[in-house]
């Protein structure tokens, strides 16, 4: 007679749920740290820079508005993030314009793979299953 055992991870179904704060802090603070070196946060490349003269203030930083009122939201469905924001101009910057460059400041790259990885070790199976036979 042949016995064997086999021990095996078990899915977390509701992984989502477990890893949505973790998940939505990465975002952010993604957003946060490419707001805070002028880049793309999804091609990680640097805002095109103002065209003089037109004031010494950091790019997108002149009154703190924009930034400082953006709220994110994780969605119910995995990876579906939001982001809200106080002020009207904030799409014109992150779309660009006819006569403005594009100088998008939301969004999520592929360099953040490696901050959620360990989230999804972590949440996406909970504890065992083992088979046995005797």
């Known amino acids: 007679m042949l016995k064997f055992k086999l021990t095996m991870p078990k899915p977390n179904l509701r992984w989502y749920r477990s890893s949505k704060k973790e998940l939505l802090k990465i975002v952010e603070q993604q ?50 993030f939001k982001a809200t924001v106080n002020v009207k101009y904030g799409g014109f910057h992150q779309k660009g314009t006819s006569k403005m460059p594009q ?27 083992k088979f046995e036979t005797s």
Do not use: C, Y
């Open 103 to 129: 100088r998008r400041w939301l969004g999520v790259g592929s360099n953040i793979d490696d901050k959620m990885i360990p989230i999804f070790r972590k949440n996406l199976f909970k504890g065992q299953i």
């Open 31 to 80: 957003n946060r740290e490419a707001w805070e070196q002028e880049k793309d946060p999804v091609t990680n490349k640097k805002w095109e820079p103002r065209k003089k003269p037109t004031g010494g203030h950091p790019l997108l930083k002149k009154s703190g508005k924009m930034f400082g009122s953006t709220k994110f939201k994780a969605g119910d469905r995995p990876f579906d």
